[in-house]
């Protein structure tokens, strides 16, 4: 049983290139969390997803961000117009949902932006 | 916005010695979780403990949690170099249908062999 897997581990974009980082939860798990972590940082939350739907995106810039869960395939948060403030490492986590689960967390994608 | 705050932000000690880790929040919450991120790795989940628990064991973990107080105190006893790693607290929201978590900054514990 795989755990949460995110691609790619590293991807480096010039500025204004887009970025898409993807992330495949757990097999059984509904719900799809993003975070993004800057170096000796904390996690900053950035959106919440269950299939087809955003349940809360109140941690995502109002701009060139966004981010999916469709019916088939993984979990995909795209950013548009990268700028060197972009760089970071971006988590996906995901759990079955309700109050009484840890989340799985991925090894996250590191994104540089040149 | 509803998220844990950890102390010390670092914290350095010997092998074998114990280790404690502090969490502090700001609003009612359904659980506390904790969670360890090893150097460039994702976060691994520790423990959760709800908010009508008070105490909490999984092996050399003990985590306590303290309504009242509004914060939980995680435990490492008998450390070991191999716990040398960032420790997360992260929180929910009581008052919302989300159970999305935020996390704190973190509490950076070095274990010396």
């Known amino acids: 049983n795989a755990g949460v897997m995110q691609n790619p581990r590293h991807l480096v974009r010039r500025r204004g290139q887009e970025a898409r980082l993807r992330c495949s939860p757990m097999k059984g798990h509904s719900h799809v969390y993003w975070y993004r972590q800057l170096p000796e940082e904390g996690l900053k939350f950035m959106v919440y997803?269950?299939?087809?739907?955003?349940?809360?995106e109140s941690g995502m810039p109002k701009e060139r961000f966004s981010a999916e869960f469709p019916k088939e395939g993984p979990s995909i948060l795209r950013i548009q117009q990268v700028v060197r403030g972009d760089s970071a490492a971006y988590f996906c986590?995901?759990?079955?949902?309700?109050?009484?689960?840890?989340?799985?967390f991925g090894s996250g994608t590191r994104l540089t932006v040149v | 916005s509803q998220q844990g705050e950890e102390d010390p932000q670092a914290l350095s000690i010997q092998e074998g010695e114990n280790a404690t880790m502090n969490c502090s929040y700001k609003t009612s919450i359904n659980n506390l979780q904790w969670y360890r991120q090893n150097s460039g790795r994702g976060l691994v989940h520790l423990i959760l403990i709800r908010s009508n628990e008070r105490e909490k064991h999984s092996g050399r973990l003990r985590v306590t949690l303290d309504t009242s107080k509004k914060s939980s105190s995680l435990l490492i006893t008998a450390s070991r170099a191999a716990d040398t790693a960032s420790y997360f607290c992260a929180t929910d929201a009581y008052n919302t249908r989300n159970n999305d978590m935020r996390f704190g900054a973190g509490t950076r514990l070095t274990v010396k062999p």
């Open positions: 997803l269950q299939k087809e739907n955003i349940i809360d």
């Open positions: 986590a995901s759990s079955p949902g309700g109050q009484n689960y840890g989340y799985t």
